[in-house]
């Protein structure tokens, strides 16, 4: 069964970091782009970052360009290392999968969907 699984939430003050993890288990993901979304309580889930399968090509929403980069290491392993968190970032964050190129930013177009982590920014 293929799954993704996240780690590396939690609760950061204001101006802090956090890097968000994300490892694929039963296949790679060779050949697919992976990206992060994100969803607060009662807001719908927005794109925050992708990359290309390749690694080579990243893309970021404009609420968290500059701050926030995307990187992979391998065909299973992802990660969102988050500089500078402000209160607004608090959220649920979730990796996905999709072999769609360019990555997608509707979350309706990925195929794969890792089970969510609490992001939590005090002021």
């Known amino acids: 069964q293929v799954q993704l699984v996240q780690s590396g939430g939690g609760l950061v003050q204001a101006g802090g970091s956090l890097r968000l993890s994300c490892a694929a288990s039963?296949?790679?993901?060779?050949?697919?782009?992976m990206a992060w979304f994100r969803q607060a309580p009662g807001k719908e889930r927005e794109f925050v970052a992708a990359?290309?399968?390749?690694?080579?090509?990243t893309y970021y929403a404009d609420s968290v360009k500059g701050r926030f980069t995307m990187s992979r290491d391998n065909a299973k392993t992802v990660y969102l290392q988050m500089n500078s968190l402000k209160p607004e970032d608090t959220a649920v964050y979730y990796c996905?999968?999709?072999?769609?190129?360019?990555?997608?930013?509707?979350?309706?177009?990925?195929?794969?969907w890792g089970q969510g982590i609490q992001v939590t920014v005090s002021s």
């Open positions: 990359i290309s399968w390749s690694g080579g090509s």
């Open positions: 996905a999968a999709t072999g769609l190129l360019p990555p997608p930013i509707s979350h309706k177009n990925y195929d794969y």
């Open positions: 039963g296949r790679t993901f060779s050949g697919y782009a």
